[in-house]
């Protein structure tokens, strides 16, 4: 199909939508249900209040709370109020990095601010281990969701780049899972010049122990994919915090609050959204 072909039924499909979505909100609420708009596509969503939970997507969009969340708490953070993508004034002068940030708002944002979504495998190329230093001291903002909890260790470097990234007082939004209680617990503490490797059906992680010894992981846990989505740790409440403290973040706060408007709310206490600020020169 041509490139215009395709975008004809792209929004096509964006009308079809919208209009039923627009027929089942005016169909009012049922029990258990709850009616917000979208702030990543700008749609009113229809949904069980069952289904407001931090990974499924709830609208059509494919939003789920956790990436409405950060458009929420980015445009909080950027213009003192909460904003659905669509009404972001047009500010290409606010610069901020993603790091392989979801593809519906991804665009979007793009359209509305110096937003570059950045990956560890193509291009624009990030590796927050090793940050180049055209990023450095670059960014307004700077969103990682759910991409910490697969850097390499020790995760330590990475809070460090994160700071570095960001001019002074620029925002950092941040989601990884986490658990209330405890420490961080890293899977593969001694790892070093690690791989994946084949053995049978599973694969094993490969690594380098700090005295010279090859030692190979068993058990791996991968988060909707192969590669580098590998889980390298659990992080904890405070094993995030002091993280983002030692690195020489400040103004960090977990955000547990609703925005129901957006259809943003959390029923459990962990894994939160949480946003720091590097502080001003
Ligand atoms: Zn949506």
Redesign the pocket.
């Known amino acids: 199909m041509s490139a215009i072909g395709r975008r004809l039924v792209s929004v096509l499909k964006e009308l079809r939508n919208a209009a039923t979505a627009r027929l089942e909100v005016l169909a009012g609420t049922g029990e258990g249900q709850t009616i917000f708009c979208?702030?990543?596509?700008?749609?009113m969503?229809k949904v069980d209040k069952t289904r407001l939970t931090r990974e499924e997507p709830s609208?059509?969009?494919?939003?789920s709370v956790r990436l409405?969340a950060i458009v929420h708490l980015l445009t909080m953070g950027l213009f003192g109020r909460s904003l659905a993508i669509r009404d972001i004034p047009e500010r290409h002068d606010i610069v901020g990095i993603d790091m392989s940030g979801a593809a519906?708002y991804a665009g979007r944002l793009a359209r509305r601010l110096g937003y570059t979504n950045t990956y560890l495998h193509r291009e624009p190329r990030l590796d927050i281990t090793a940050p180049g230093a055209e990023w450095l001291s670059r960014c307004d903002f700077v969103i990682s969701s759910d991409v910490f909890e697969h850097v390499a260790p020790p995760v330590s470097v990475a809070f460090d780049n994160v700071l570095r990234l960001l001019k002074p007082g620029g925002l950092l939004v941040l989601t990884v899972p986490w658990a209330k209680d405890g420490e961080t617990i890293e899977h593969f503490l001694e790892l070093a010049d690690y791989r994946l490797e084949r053995r049978g059906a599973d694969r094993v992680l490969v690594g380098r122990a700090p005295d010279g010894r090859i030692r190979e992981y068993g058990n791996l846990i991968f988060h909707g994919g192969e590669g580098e989505t590998l889980e390298m740790r659990v992080f904890s409440e405070s094993g995030i915090l002091g993280e983002l403290a030692r690195a020489g973040f400040g103004d960090i706060r977990i955000h547990a609050e609703p925005c129901e408007e957006f259809g943003i709310l959390w029923k459990q206490p962990w894994s939160l959204p949480i946003t720091a600020r590097r502080p001003p020169a």
């Not at 979208?38 to 749609?43: E, I, L």
Request: proline share 0%.
């Open positions: 979208c702030n990543v596509c700008g749609r969503a609208c059509r969009c494919g939003s409405r519906i």
